[in-house]
């Protein structure tokens, strides 16, 4: 009996954004067919992929193998973090404000880490005071929930939680970590 291929999403950071690290999804795809990846779905132009492995690897070295192979390939360096589908469906229901029926999915936005945070980081992270946003962190994700919609005047930024977890992370708002819950089922 033939062995059933793995289900991952794949998050890259901040490409695409304002014309810079300009990457097509159809390159990338193609990108990832090349290094042996099946099934690929790309979802919008921000670099959010669902693909299958046959590989048993884990999600660190799947990350590494996809930022070397976009270094490589693009030129550039991008921060990827990687999670298997089951994982994902686990961090939906992990979402403390996505349970609460009085907030809108347009407050909230999900954070990912490439490791676990040191919990004296964590520890200092929640002592500053956010004014419109909470947050709540489980193992590496971060839940976001902001009194509006998420804007550029937002004080929880990947490079806020970089510098004080001293961690990669990229964020997603809610509509978009539920769109890839539904692709990679």
Known sequence: ????????IALLRGINLGGKRKLLMADLKALFSKIGFTNIVTYIQSGNVVFESDKKEGNIE????????????FKLDVPVMVRKASEWKQVVSDNPFFKNQNIGIERLHLTLLDKTPAQDLVDDLKQIEF?????????QHIFL?????????????????EKKLKCKSTTRNWKTVMKL????R
């Open 1 to 8: 009996m033939q062995e059933s291929n793995e289900k991952y």
């Open 62 to 73: 799947l990350a590494q193998k996809i930022e070397t192979a976009i270094l490589e390939h």
């Open 131 to 139: 004014d419109s946003e909470q947050f709540e962190i489980i193992g």
């Open 145 to 161: 929930c902001c009194k509006d919609k998420f804007s550029s005047k937002s004080k929880m930024t990947n490079t806020l939680f």
């Open 181 to 184: 819950s539904e692709l990679s």
